[in-house]
């Protein structure tokens, strides 16, 4: 079955520096994409970076970079110089099939993320 | 650019009632998925729609139903509201062919009281 696994439920980091958060995922496909949602108080599901199995490169976007190791099935974010916004919950995210027609996400259970100043 | 709008943004209902919640995809993207995060949960995928039509189901209750109609724009439909229905909904949308491209609207916050 597929499946997200988030081991950190939450975390506290210094501002300026690096964070990186886990994601594991779990599926006998060989076409799949993992993304990563930043989700404020606010609510909103904020679409942070993307990566494609068959993906060689990992992906990156400005201080985010997706550490993609698919032999381990993990696909950690890497936030470089931590700011006060970037608290929020992150998301792992997993859709299956090599494009996204019609093809539902599932949603690892969260990261909480506090920088503290 | 244009992203995924959804209405309302907040919506307070009493138990029994009926909701509808709507979402207007980004232009072109022809794909519509709803979901529902309950406080302190991951969201759930409740349903998809391609091309005007149903594509795939989740956990959605059979007291909801979706439709996805000609110009796109997806309407959710909760009736007999309960209280764990509270929760926020979120609409994505897409574009078949690409190979990434999910856009999460802000959401509907429904709170049954």
């Known amino acids: 079955a597929q499946k997200i696994t988030q081991t950190q439920p939450g975390m506290f980091v210094q501002e300026k520096e690096a964070v990186t958060l886990d994601c594991t995922y779990d599926t006998s496909d060989q076409s799949y994409g993992l993304f990563w949602y930043k989700q404020p108080s606010s609510g909103e599901m904020i679409f942070l970076i993307y990566?494609?199995?068959?993906?060689?490169q990992n992906a990156t976007e400005g201080r985010y970079s997706l550490n993609f190791q698919k032999a381990r099935k993990s696909a950690n974010l890497v936030i470089s110089a931590s700011q006060l916004g970037d608290s929020a919950m992150y998301f792992c995210a997993m859709f299956l099939g090599r494009y996204s027609s019609a093809s539902k996400i599932i949603f690892g259970s969260g990261t909480r993320l506090s920088i503290r100043p | 650019a244009a992203g995924v709008i959804q209405s309302p943004r907040h919506l307070i209902k009493e138990k029994r009632e009926t909701a509808t919640l709507k979402c207007y995809p980004i232009p072109r993207h022809d794909t519509v998925y709803w979901y529902q995060q309950g406080p302190g949960q991951d969201p759930q995928f409740l349903i998809s729609f391609y091309e005007k039509m149903q594509s795939d189901k989740g956990s959605i209750p059979d007291r909801f139903s979706a439709q996805q109609f000609s110009d796109y724009h997806s309407e959710l439909n909760m009736s007999s509201l309960e209280l764990g229905d509270s929760a926020l909904y979120f609409c994505?949308?897409?574009?078949?062919?690409?190979?990434?491209?999910?856009?999460f609207g802000s959401g509907t916050r429904l709170t049954v009281v």
């Open positions: 994505a949308s897409s574009l078949s062919g690409s190979n990434y491209g999910y856009t």
């Open positions: 990566q494609g199995s068959y993906d060689e």
